[in-house]
């Protein structure tokens, strides 16, 4: 079984992925291509054209048997090879198998309280992360999967059930066809199901002008959320930094003053609901 | 080291010194002027030692009249008040904070000031009858020490259980900001609250203080203890005589390899090092009449039973370089197995020397040394090639849980005290409970001590004890300070850039 998964990063300490100090772990691609996407490099997976070798000043890169090779021992993080790509992706990727994975999570153990698979979309790799979960739980960790919503619940549901849970995004609902690129609203169904059966850490929602239907985004969540006081509802206000140019060009004049992003919590305030979190 | 005449003379007209500074400075020159051969009966081989650097003696003085280090126990004041002040127990908490300074400023040490003023949210806590006015006392008590106890290695505890009054003191600490006192949080997971514990690692990230010790550790291996100057665990009622320390980084120098370092140069300098503690402790026992005299010991805040001594390290992580280099490894402490193999091979062949060193009067430690890893507090130039302790060099640190890991396996030899510092940028701030897991995890992996400030704020650890940046500032540009501290973390700035540690940020 030595299946590999290809991982973007991995942060050994986080503060910012669920409660308390977690690992995590970064999967690359993402089946959604959303307008403010902080992290587009993470969607495709490398198609080894081999541009970023010719732009990249450390020689970090290079092509051997066709394939993009990406020494990290020469690399400055000077980040030319994401810029460069036209395909949404890049070349800084590693693959590992679920015991490599598992030796890096057993040497933070002592510091962490748990594991967050983000990404990307860590449901694309279900069948992995299932096992690994299970290997992870053992070590007296939490699991979580910080996901877009997009996901066939049953086909996943081993992973839904070996894990504690998950940091939904509902990143807008009449909208989403526009701003992330999928037409159904599954995220609202899969969010329904998560809540009944008590896998739900927070949900997430990012807001900016104009590309999105942020009321009625709040409004459904909201109303989901009601009857579920121990989940919290995070918004997030858009920012400009981790743009792409292209996506500057698209989405920069839609980024929220704090002012118009503090009014969403007004709003949710006079609707009554108040477990929320503004994350200015 | 000894000193000269002339440096009376230059002490005398120092322009970047306060009257007190130079008082006891001069006073500290008087003590080295002396021959230890006439007075202590070093013989010509131990001179050589501390003439080249190789053991550093803390400039700690020739005729060794008081203990380094004396942790009383205030417990007692409490109770019988003190007949040679002449003040009555304590009746409200005016007259217990009132009566707790005057104590302080007749409670020696080395640098004539206090190191340790004790587990003040205990002494404080039964007093307690106001919260919002005796906040204002306690905050004024805190400020009232900054100013006069004018040396951050003056050190107070709180915890492990839960107080009004610590939570006080926690409130006062974050709203004065002031490097004195020292401040240390006395952990133990199933004394210590959840909203204590965070609330104190708040205040450390506000306040660059409270400290967190490993309670269960220490108690383990010291017995009541309290945590004193910057992070030195030692017995209660008692304290530590003395402490030299070896200059690994120094010593280093005349090896030819590993092994010469190992079996040839570390027992013989340690071997001299010990007999030159034991002398120093013979002299303050039998000869200083210090016992005899203070009223600390006859009304019991000390006891001289529990005195130890401590055998202290630097210079781990130059001593590991320079033997990799003669292994013709490129690699750096911190960051290379082989590195680690060969501290702990250093450390576990010095703590079998100490082990089987007999020490005159040290009954409270069954004859034995202590092992300190000792961060330096010293202006001397052979610093500069003697990283404090067993810490990595900065700028060779590794990521953070990695350079946790590597770091909790050197705590275990350290018995009187060894600790790491890690700055943290903003965003811990609304994550309390991660630095809280980063905290109880290296204490489960066997750390004595660990604190953290934030990389941006003017508060600083300089290696135990706080500074503010500005202050050493002002001295750097020959302006006067007001703490002896402040000049001190001048110095190990220079030589050791500490202010430029690597701050730990979740990516």
């Known amino acids: 079984m030595n299946q590999k998964i290809l991982v973007n990063q991995i942060i050994p300490f986080s503060n910012v992925d669920g409660e308390g100090n977690r690992c995590s772990i970064f999967v690359q691609g993402c089946q959604l291509n959303c307008l403010y996407c902080h992290n587009s490099e993470t969607i495709q997976i490398c198609r080894h054209c081999g541009i970023c070798v010719e732009h990249c000043p450390s020689k970090a890169l290079s092509i051997h048997s066709g394939l993009v090779v990406y020494d990290e021992s020469q690399c400055t993080q000077c980040d030319r090879c994401i810029v460069v790509c036209p395909y949404q992706s890049t070349p800084k990727t590693n693959a590992f198998t679920k015991d490599d994975l598992m030796a890096k999570i057993v040497s933070y153990r002592p510091y962490i309280r748990g594991v967050t698979f983000s990404g990307g979309e860590p449901t694309l790799y279900a069948d992995f992360l299932t096992e690994l979960a299970q290997k992870i739980k053992k070590l007296g960790l939490t699991v979580y999967i910080d996901s877009n919503g997009f996901f066939d619940f049953d086909a996943i549901f081993p992973l839904i059930n070996a894990v504690d849970g998950f940091l939904l995004d509902i990143k807008a609902v009449d909208s989403i066809e526009h701003l992330c690129g999928v037409k159904d609203q599954t995220h609202l169904k899969n969010l329904e199901r998560l809540l009944e059966i008590d896998k739900v850490i927070e949900v997430r929602t990012v807001l900016l002008n104009k590309h999105m239907d942020q009321i009625n985004t709040l409004n459904q969540v909201a109303d989901r959320l009601e009857v579920y006081p121990q989940v919290p509802y995070r918004l997030i206000r858009a920012h400009i930094t981790g743009l792409k140019k292209e996506q500057e060009a698209l989405v920069g004049e839609a980024i929220m003053t704090v002012k118009e992003f503090l009014a969403y919590g007004n709003h949710l305030r006079q609707k009554g609901f108040h477990n929320f979190i503004l994350q200015k | ?507």
Request: contains cysteine; charged residues 20%.
């Open chain 2, 1 to 507: 080291m000894r000193s000269v005449l002339n440096d009376l003379t230059s002490t005398a007209s120092a322009i970047n010194m306060t009257y007190q500074q130079k008082l006891f400075s001069m006073a500290n020159i008087g003590e080295r002027l002396v021959d230890p051969r006439a007075s202590l009966g070093y013989t010509d081989e131990e001179m050589i030692y501390i003439e080249n650097n190789m053991i550093c003696d803390l400039n700690e003085g020739y005729l060794p009249y008081r203990p380094r280090y004396i942790v009383p126990d205030y417990e007692i004041f409490v109770k019988n008040g003190c007949d040679f002040l002449d003040i009555k127990p304590p009746t409200d908490i005016d007259t217990l904070l009132d009566g707790l300074l005057i104590l302080y400023s007749h409670v020696p040490s080395i640098t004539s000031f206090p190191v340790y003023i004790g587990r003040l949210d205990q002494l404080i806590d039964p007093f307690i009858r106001d919260e919002e006015s005796d906040y204002i006392k306690i905050k004024r008590f805190l400020n009232h020490i900054d100013k006069t106890i004018v040396d951050s290695f003056c050190h107070g505890n709180i915890g492990p259980v839960e107080t009004k009054a610590g939570h006080l003191i926690l409130k006062a600490v974050v709203e004065l900001q002031n490097p004195t006192p020292n401040l240390t949080l006395l952990y133990d997971a199933q004394l210590t609250s959840k909203d204590f514990a965070l609330e104190a690692v708040k205040t450390c990230l506000l306040a660059a203080k409270p400290s967190f010790s490993n309670q269960v550790m220490y108690q383990k291996d010291v017995g009541n203890h309290g945590i004193v100057s910057c992070y030195n665990a030692l017995p209660l009622a008692g304290g530590a005589y003395t402490l030299l320390r070896l200059r690994l980084g120094t010593m280093v120098k005349k090896a030819t390899s590993t092994k010469h370092f190992i079996d040839i140069i570390l027992p013989e300098v340690a071997q001299n090092m010990a007999s030159m503690m034991d002398k120093r402790i013979k002299f303050m026992v039998e000869e200083s009449n210090f016992f005899e005299t203070s009223f600390l010991t006859k009304e019991g805040f000390i006891n001289q039973d529990n005195f130890t001594a401590m055998f202290g390290i630097v210079g781990l992580a130059d001593a590991v370089n320079e033997l990799l280099k003669l292994e013709g490894i490129h690699e750096t402490f911190g960051q290379s197995e082989r590195g680690d193999d060969i501290g702990h091979n250093i450390l576990s062949k010095l703590e079998h020397i100490v082990g089987q060193h007999e020490a005159p009067y040290l009954k409270r430690t069954d004859g034995h040394y202590l092992l300190h890893a000792q961060v330096g507090a010293d202006l001397s130039p052979e610093d500069r090639d003697n990283t404090p302790a067993h810490r990595i060099k900065v700028g060779q640190e590794p990521i953070l849980p990695i350079h946790l890991a590597q770091s909790a396996s050197f705590h275990k030899y350290f018995k009187s005290g060894t600790g790491d510092l890690y700055a943290f940028d903003q965003t811990y701030l609304d994550h309390l409970e991660a630095l809280l897991d980063i905290i109880q995890g290296a204490f489960s992996e066997g750390y004595r001590y660990i604190t953290t400030y934030l990389q941006n704020s003017d508060l600083i650890r300089v290696t135990g004890y706080l500074v503010k940046r500005s202050d050493v500032e002002r001295f750097n540009n020959n302006q006067v300070v007001l703490r002896d501290t402040d000049i001190f973390g001048s110095g190990t700035n220079n030589n050791a850039n500490v202010f430029n540690r690597q701050t730990r940020t979740y990516e």
